[in-house]
């Protein structure tokens, strides 16, 4: 039995707007490796912090460790809380108790 020329006509329009979908967007697999790099770039940042932040920590503890009077200390020991707090509060690094 032949199909009815507007049951035709809604073929042809289901198949053109189907071709024209498929080309207009790739898929959800296209983006996947662009998702993986971009979360690759953005654990690089979060590694260079950490390192900063336990360089930091070393260089205060040496310089405190070289320090030879105890006003020298005290002032060493309040830059480190500084910069600590700073970098805490810039979530650059957690705090003692989390």
Do not use: C, Y
Request: cysteine-free; glycine content about 8%; charged content about 25%.
């Amino acid at each position: 039995m032949a199909k009815s020329p507007r049951a035709r006509a809604a073929v042809r329009s289901r198949r053109t707007s189907e071709a024209k979908a498929g080309a207009r967007s790739p898929g959800l697999s296209a983006a996947v490796p662009m998702l993986k790099f971009a979360q690759e770039m953005r654990r690089w940042p979060d590694n260079v912090l950490g390192i900063a932040g336990s360089a930091t920590e070393l260089s205060l503890n040496l310089a405190q460790a070289r320090a030879k009077e105890p006003r020298q200390r005290q002032a060493i020991e309040e830059a480190g809380s500084l910069l600590r707090q700073a970098r805490e509060t810039a979530g650059m690094t957690k705090t003692a108790g989390q």
